[in-house]
Nanobody, 121 residues
Framework: VQLQASGGGSVQAGGSLRLSCAAS????????MGWFRRAPGKDREFVAG????????????YSRESMKARFTISGDNAKNTVHLQINSLKPEDTAVYYC???????????WGQGTQVTVSS
């Protein structure tokens, strides 16, 4: 499985970005997809994930409740894609955002190359 992320960029605070990730390869072994991020000098953290239920996105989780206000994850199992809409961007959102996919055992087994998001104040 290969993951290709796109949609990062440099924006001013208050702006929005939509990150996208497409999976290629034997994607029928993917049970879910999601996003992580690594800010400068910090550990990688989970942002949001969704579990496939048939062809639809089933269970959606966010790392914390407060993220729901500005982050929205969506996806399409048929197309093996996942998106992350980020609104009202803040400088602290600056990070490399990584797309990841879960295997049947629900471990984050597959990783994309990351896309840089830079938010200026």
């Amino acid at each position: 499985v290969q993951l290709q992320a796109s949609g990062g960029g440099s924006v001013q605070a208050g702006g929005s970005l939509r990150l996208s990730c497409a999976a290629s390869g034997p994607s029928d072994i993917i049970s879910g997809m999601g996003w992580f991020r690594r800010a400068p000098g910090k550990d990688r953290e989970f942002v949001a994930g969704l579990r496939w239920t048939g062809k639809m996105a089933g269970k959606i989780t966010y790392s914390r409740e407060s993220m729901k206000a500005r982050f929205t994850i969506s996806g399409d199992n048929a197309k093996n894609t996942v998106h992350l809409q980020i609104n009202s961007l803040k400088p602290e959102d600056t990070a490399v955002y990584y797309c990841a996919a879960q295997g049947d055992d629900l471990t984050w087994r597959y990783w994309g190359q990351g896309t840089q998001v830079t938010v200026s104040s």
